[in-house]
């Protein structure tokens, strides 16, 4: 069975920081990746989606994540944070063509200004 | 993408109650829709894909007498959750997929609090 790990429940940065929030996934083929954004009150929003090709996904909002296949990781990552980015971020992996969505546990994401 | 929204975005009703959420695809004829709860601090469960016009499929350990789910529209799925409970309580979402397997746009949530 799929899984997606994502081992930081909170994270804190100061505005201008880099940014990495860090998603290991279970999935016994070439899986379908992928980065949400869920803000309070607004449905989750896709950042970025990765099933074949250039392993380095630019998204929208300034965001990329890479995929590693050695390491089963699909870690996200911006240059410089911006305070509206505090928002939750989950990793998932799809099945099924992609539509069966797991979703890791989230990382809630704090930027102080 | 498509516009989801989901109604009502809170609702709180008495134990042994049912409570129905809609899910709308607003902008998108969706033939297929994805529900899904979460609980706090916990990542989206995905409960039921909802095909217009068929029964939908429920996952492993979902109880389909329990959430009804309804997609007669390909603008609107509804979850009733029947005879609910407290520990019924949780973030309802829907998701309307497209005809590219790998998109789905999601509505904001219901929170669900049962007494």
């Known amino acids: 069975a799929q899984s997606v790990t994502q081992p930081d429940i909170h994270i804190t940065v100061s505005e201008g920081a880099s940014l990495e929030l860090r998603c290991n996934y279970s999935?016994?083929?070439?899986?379908?990746l992928f980065w949400y954004v869920q803000s309070p009150g607004q449905g989750l929003q896709l950042l970025l989606k990765?099933?074949?090709?250039?392993?380095l996904v630019q998204g929208i909002k300034g965001f990329e994540a890479e995929f590693k296949r050695s390491q089963s990781s699909f870690n996200l990552r911006k240059p410089s944070v911006h305070w509206s980015d505090a928002a939750e971020y989950f990793c998932?992996?799809?099945?099924?063509?992609?539509?069966?969505?797991?979703f890791g546990t989230g990382t809630q994401l704090k930027v102080e200004l | 993408g498509a516009v989801v929204s989901q109604h009502p975005s809170r609702v709180i009703c008495k134990s042994g109650t049912s409570v129905k959420i809609e899910c709308r695809s607003l902008?998108?004829?969706?033939?297929?829709m994805f529900w899904y709860r979460q609980f706090p601090k916990q990542s989206l469960m995905l409960m039921a894909t909802?095909?217009?016009?068929?029964?939908?499929?429920?996952e492993q350990g979902v109880e389909k007498d329990k959430f009804l789910i309804n997609h007669a529209s390909l603008t609107l799925s509804t979850l009733t959750v029947t005879s609910a409970h407290p520990e019924d309580s949780s973030f309802y979402i829907c998701?309307?997929?497209?005809?590219?397997?790998?998109?789905?746009?999601f509505g904001p949530g219901t929170r669900l609090t049962v007494l």
């Open positions: 909802s095909n217009e016009g068929s029964k939908a499929t429920y």
């Open positions: 998701s309307v997929g497209t005809d590219r397997a790998d998109t789905q746009y």
């Open positions: 902008d998108f004829q969706a033939t297929t």
């Open positions: 999935y016994g083929a070439t899986p379908y």
């Open positions: 990765y099933f074949s090709g250039d392993t």
């Open positions: 998932a992996v799809g099945s099924g063509g992609g539509n069966k969505l797991t």
